[in-house]
């Protein structure tokens, strides 16, 4: 029942990755949760907030498949390293800028849409070197310890980031994510070198035709589409980010701050999907995906619509802690179907795709929420996004039956 942690104790390289990781995760949120609220602050708008997620989105779009083909191009662990470089000399210049100046709105776009694009490099190389580090039969356990990693770093970082921008203000919390790639940097030049690129992609002509090689594979696994599609319609209509500052305004009171109730609401998911990914030891057994990942989505659609309708913070809360275990159980099944059933030679530009499924769907969300709060108000944009988040994946699994009768025989 418990997850299981002997590939973590057993695995030297996967084991500094890990913890490499896990430190710029904790990083990472505190600029995920100060740029939004830098933003309401300056512009008191949920729009200008989710208009956030448009600006990451743009260049993702490209360097997530660019990111992907060059995963398979070259040495993993390189990219790896110099996407951190970048990462924590941009975290590092928003943390002189909001210190050094009075902030622009439309600086922070740029800040973000930066720090998105060299994202598209980062990840792709991360999620393909899992294939290297473990076997088969191992893919599952390592989509259990990912999710964990990710969720530790999701817990710890919002609480840290209320905190941190309440007592030492933004500069800190910008600072401190650029300075948890320089420790990460540490961790991953233990790892030993890995590299693998196979001769079909290191001879062909371009990077755009590995692309397209990737996207005709993607378009042949009725599977692989069901996946992304699911989460893409969950993120898209369920995802309410961006109204988590507006949120806190309203709960806010003498015994809570907004930026207190801020941290509590970017925790509240991550908690829930620690106690779930603890407990998923069961996930191995687990072979129909398709229904696994279906069933979660839909879940976590019920959850958003109990947060939007609580009236009280507490509550509103709890329903975010149950909707973060849904999704995590979700991102297990999603990660563990894409590593037992994508070949080692696809498998970074497979991870391009799949950045776009998991990052594009929050980033539209978190601008549909903004949108649809500045017309008929908050709580209105949080229900009607849960209830379109149930139709959209209940649609998923009717129009791609062979994604959801579909069973892995590696599980």
């Known amino acids: 029942m ?10 030297r390289d996967y084991r500094y990755l890990f913890l490499g990781q896990l430190i710029s995760a904790v990083g990472s949120m505190m600029t995920y949760i100060a740029l939004p609220y830098q933003m309401y602050e300056l512009t008191q708008s949920s729009f200008s907030v989710g208009m956030i997620s448009i600006a990451e989105l743009c260049p993702l779009l490209i360097t997530a498949f660019l990111g992907g083909a060059y995963a398979d191009r070259f040495d993993r662990r390189k990219l790896l390293i110099r996407s951190e470089l970048a990462l924590a000399a941009s975290t590092g210049l928003l943390a002189w800028y909001t210190w050094a100046t009075t902030p622009s709105q439309w600086v922070l776009y740029i800040a973000a849409a930066t720090i998105s694009a060299i994202n598209g490099f980062h990840r792709p190389a991360l999620e393909a070197m899992t294939q290297q580090l473990g076997k088969p039969e191992d893919y599952a356990h390592i989509s259990a310890l990912n999710s964990l990693k990710s969720i530790l770093g999701s817990v710890g970082g919002p609480s840290l980031a209320g905190f941190c921008i309440a007592t030492f203000g933004l500069p800190a919390a910008y600072l401190i994510d650029g300075v948890s790639f320089a ?36 378009w042949g696994r009725q599977e692989l589409l069901g996946s992304y599609a699911v989460d893409f ?7 309410p980010t961006a109204l988590f500052p507006a949120v806190a305004d309203m709960f806010a009171d003498a015994s809570l701050t907004s930026a207190q109730a801020v941290g509590y609401l970017y925790s509240a998911p991550a908690v829930g999907a620690l106690v779930a990914t603890l407990l998923s030891g069961w996930t191995h057994r687990i072979r ?3 229904k696994a990942i279906s069933i979660s989505a839909l879940i976590w659609g019920v959850c958003i619509i109990g947060f939007g309708c609580a009236h009280s913070f507490w509550l509103a809360v709890l329903f975010l802690a149950l909707a973060g275990g849904a999704d995590a159980m ?12 994508i070949p080692k030679n696809l498998r970074g530009r497979m991870a391009g795709i799949e950045m776009m499924s998991y990052m594009s769907g929050p980033m539209l969300g978190n601008a549909e929420s903004g949108l649809v709060a500045a017309a008929f108000g908050t709580r209105f944009s949080i229900v009607s996004g849960g209830a379109m988040c149930l139709l959209g994946v209940s649609l998923c ?14 599980a």
Not at 193 to 203: G, K, Y
Not at 397 to 410: G, H, Q, V
């Open 233 to 239: 319609c969950a993120m898209i209509f369920g995802m």
């Open 2 to 11: 418990l997850i299981n942690l002997t590939f973590l104790r057993t695995h």
């Open 397 to 410: 699994a009717i129009a791609l039956p062979r994604y959801w009768n579909f069973k892995s025989m590696e």
């Open 330 to 341: 979700s991102g297990i099944f999603r990660m563990t179907l894409w590593n037992t059933t």
């Open 288 to 290: 129909s995906f398709g």
């Open 183 to 218: 420790l990460s940097l540490l961790a991953i030049l233990q790892i030993k070198q890995i590299a693998f690129v196979t001769p079909e992609a290191a001879t062909s002509a371009s990077p755009l035709t590995d692309i397209q090689e990737g996207l005709r594979y993607a």
